[in-house]
């Protein structure tokens, strides 16, 4: 909730409902999924996420601020997950389909890490990664360095001597590496509201393909939030 470039952004409203409820309910169409987790904070701010949690029936967890590695871990072992499927809670329309074919990847490649965010090729907004808890308490176990605290999995895939990791690219309807359907700043939520009213009357399960195809239709709407410059990995 404390966001600094959005403040409040995860319960911002997107066609009437609170961004991060939107993010939940899509989630829950995956067919694999057997439990969803909330991992927020234990600042008063963040309140309102566990409130929503409870609403939703999802589980939730409150740990660090800082040290964000440490509370996903805590979050998994807190619902004794032996894989961990991350979603970061700024990317609303998160597509069903692909956090289904990210756990098919996963447990059809020997690996320790799967994602669709090794190289981009779907839009800044539907990345999903795929890794056991006991490889990231392993990792947590590795390092102290503020970036790997703060970027959950990114000592896994920058050391590919010690972990196997694999990534899937996306099909050629669904390619919009270009495209951003993230929410981090007010043009963000411009543009993520537009869509969501145009997509949802008609098509209320719409997909990385359908978000994608109709960006693509409506460069207008692609203008909204191009400027937004993504963090570099250091910029804590």
């Known amino acids: 909730m404390t966001s600094s470039r959005l403040r409040g952004k995860v319960l911002l409203p997107i066609a009437g409902k609170p961004a991060l409820a939107m993010l939940i309910e899509r989630a829950k169409r995956s067919r694999y999924l057997d439990g969803i987790c909330v991992a927020t904070t234990t600042n008063k701010d963040d309140d309102p996420l566990v409130e929503l949690a409870n609403e939703l029936h999802v589980g939730f967890f409150r740990g660090s601020e800082s040290d964000v590695l440490e509370r ?22 998160v ?52 970036v790997d605290r703060t970027h959950v999995s990114y000592y896994i895939y920058n050391h590919p001597d010690r972990y196997r990791c694999h990534n899937w690219r996306a099909d050629e309807e669904s390619y919009g590496p270009d495209l951003r359907v993230t929410l981090d700043e007010e043009t963000d939520y411009m543009a993520l509201t537009r869509l969501a009213e145009a997509l949802l009357p008609t098509n209320p399960h719409f997909s990385a393909k359908d978000v994608t195809q109709y960006l693509r239709a409506h460069p207008e709407i692609i203008e909204i939030n191009r400027q937004v410059r993504q963090k570099e990995v250091r910029e804590l």
């Open 72 to 93: 996903v871990v805590a979050a998994a072992e807190s619902m004794h997950a032996d894989t961990i499927v991350e979603l970061t809670g700024d990317c609303p329309f």
């Open 95 to 146: 597509d069903p389909l692909i956090v289904d074919r990210a756990i098919e990847e996963f447990f059809t490649h020997d690996v320790d890490y799967a994602s669709n965010t090794l190289v981009a090729t779907y839009a800044n907004g539907f990345d999903v990664q795929v890794f056991p808890t006991k490889v990231l308490r392993e990792v947590a176990s590795l390092t102290d360095d503020a």
